[in-house]
């Protein structure tokens, strides 16, 4: 069974950074792409940043240049390392596991303040 838990969430005052952790329960994170979602009110969940089992990676525009997603196999982590953080970052963000519907975590919350 395949298990996601984020965790790394929390308030933060704009221009702050934050980072969240991914772990899985399998060796998942080696062989599927793993990405970053997040979903706030009101709002589809937009993807975030994914980073494929070779390693390449990409962003959201809103994000390029301030967010850094990572993997650590040996620790079947992905890390979502946020920097300049903006309000409208605020969000609860989910971590997925491969393709079409994947596998998600619960989600973590992440609010920047103004």
């Known amino acids: 069974q395949v298990r996601l838990v984020e965790s790394g969430g929390g308030l933060v005052q704009a221009g702050g950074s934050l980072r969240l952790s991914c772990a899985a329960s399998a060796l998942i994170i080696r062989v599927n792409a793993m990405a970053w979602y997040r979903q706030t009110p009101g709002k589809e969940r937009e993807l975030v940043a994914v980073?494929?089992?070779?390693?390449?990676?990409n962003y959201a525009e809103p994000v390029k240049g301030r967010f850094t997603i990572t993997r650590d196999s040996a620790k079947n982590t992905v890390y979502l390392e946020m920097n300049s953080l903006k309000p409208e970052d605020t969000g609860v963000y989910y971590c997925?596991?491969?393709?079409?519907?994947?596998?998600w975590g619960q989600g973590t919350q992440v609010t920047i303040s103004s």
């Open positions: 997925k596991a491969g393709g079409g519907f994947g596998y």
């Open positions: 980073i494929t089992s070779g390693s390449t990676t």
